[in-house]
Nanobody, 121 residues
Framework: QVQLVESGGGLVQPGGSLRLSCAAS????????MGWYRQAPGKQRELVATATRGGSTNYIDSVKGRFTISRDNAKNTVYLQMSSLKPEDTAVYYC???????????????WGKGTLVTVSS
């Protein structure tokens, strides 16, 4: 099995910063893409940012220039540095990883349990 554990959420004032971390553990042969999704109350889960194993990144338009995703492949960890936070960034943030558990597996999707980010004064 593969587990993803997020940390770093919390309450922050508008304009503030937070850094989320997500560590993967378990039966891991290779981690392909890793990323962050979020779900605000009453809304569907949406992709925030992704990072390939090679370092290519992608962001939704609303966070470009404010959020930065990065990976430490040696630690099987992905980070999301969030700056200039806005109230509309309030959501539960979920870590995602596409993980191959052996050399013959293409990859499966795994999710963390989520960490709450609240942006409010």
């Amino acid at each position: 099995q593969v587990q993803l554990v997020e940390s770093g959420g919390g309450l922050v004032q508008p304009g503030g910063s937070l850094r989320l971390s997500c560590a993967a553990s378990g039966s891991i042969f290779r981690i392909n893409a890793m990323g962050w999704y979020r779900q605000a109350p009453g809304k569907q889960r949406e992709l925030v940012a992704t990072a390939t194993r090679g370092g290519s990144t992608n962001y939704i338009d609303s966070v470009k220039g404010r959020f930065t995703i990065s990976r430490d492949n040696a630690k099987n960890t992905v980070y999301l540095q969030m700056s200039s936070l806005k109230p509309e960034d309030t959501a539960v943030y979920y870590c995602h990883a596409d993980v191959a558990r052996n050399p013959w597996e293409v990859g499966r999707n795994y999710w963390g349990k989520g960490t709450l980010v609240t942006v409010s004064s």
